[in-house]
Every structure is written in structure tokens, then in C-alpha cells.
């Protein structure tokens, strides 16, 4: 399989995403140069952010000086992905659970390519999984992020009618 190496990556982070990022049973399909918002909304002081899509899971990348910030995202913990175009750039949105990451200042013509690479994993699991199983878990999930206090009671209530819904 070919990788997709967004307009703006720089060609020797591929190689060190492959060497340091990329686990030895995963392929990386597509790497997307952004701007990571952390939650809370600051962005957090990187020099290069990048958005990784392997087979397995979507990485979010922040290059700094000194250190890596790597975060890792499984398909089945994406409940939905979002795209936001302007005039000369895209961001990306996911819901993780209630949670949400954007990945923000992206090429526009990137977006629609990551999305759709995103999107076909996704689809793909809800194919593969036993249903009953798959929300019971989801749902038990989703109710321990409510615990916490990481969703609200309407977030909570949004997220269990469209997991019901599914």
C-alpha cells in the first residue's frame, strides 16, 4: 500500500515517524502536517505537529525541541470524524468518547484525503464487530467518562442516543 505524504510534510519526519512512531505490525497510510490542539485549547509549543493514520490507529505527533508529544487514537474509540474547510486551510475533528481533538491549519486539499482515510477504518470495524457487544461496552464506556466528569449529563445523553441509534 502507498502512503499519502500530505503538501507540507517534510520528507525526513516521514522517515523518523516510520523509525519512532510506526510500530513494527501497523503500515503508515498517511501523514498530515497541522497545528495539534490540546484540549482545554492550547496548542503547546512544538515546532512541527503531525496527524499519522496507520491501519491500526491515528497518532497525533508534536515535535519539539526537547521532547515528543505522541498520542495515539484506535478506530473503535472514534465516534465520529468532522471537516472544516476555509479559503486556504482545514482542520479536522474527531470525537474520542465526548472528548474531542482538532488538528487544525492543514492543507484544504489534505483534508478531505485524511477524512476519508479515517472514515474507511471506521467503517470498516463496525462491519467486523458484533454489535450487541460493541455498544454495551461503548455505552459502559460512556458512562465512566460522566463519572469522571469528562462529559456533561447532555453530552452523555447525545453520545448514548446515537450509539443506540447505530
Known amino acids: ?69 505522541v498520542e495515539s487514537f484506535d478506530y473503535d474509540k472514534i465516534a465520529n470524524v468532522q471537516a472544516h474547510q476555509g479559503i486556504l486551510l482545514g482542520e479536522i475533528e474527531f ?5 474531542k481533538e482538532r488538528f487544525t491549519s492543514m492543507v484544504k486539499n ?16 463496525k462491519g467486523k464487530e458484533n454489535t450487541s457487544m460493541n455498544v454495551e461496552g461503548r455505552l459502559e464506556k460512556l458512562g465512566q467518562l460522566l463519572e469522571k466528569g469528562v462529559i456533561t449529563k447532555a453530552e452523555f445523553e447525545a453520545q448514548k442516543k446515537k450509539i443506540l441509534s447505530a
Open 95 to 99: 470525537n474520542v468518547f465526548g472528548a
Open 110 to 125: 489534505d483534508v478531505p484525503n485524511a477524512v476519508k482515510m479515517i472514515n474507511e477504518h471506521i467503517a470498516s470495524l
Open 1 to 69: 500500500m502507498s502512503t499519502y505524504i500530505g503538501k507540507s510534510v517534510d520528507l525526513k519526519h516521514v522517515d523518523e515517524a516510520r523509525k519512532s512512531i510506526i510500530q513494527s505490525d501497523e503500515e503508515l497510510e498517511g501523514i498530515f502536517h497541522c497545528a495539534i490542539v490540546r484540549r482545554g485549547g492550547g496548542r503547546g509549543l512544538t515546532l512541527h505537529d503531525y496527524l499519522i493514520i496507520t491501519n491500526k490507529r491515528v497518532v497525533s505527533w508534536g515535535r519539539g525541541l526537547l521532547s515528543k508529544n
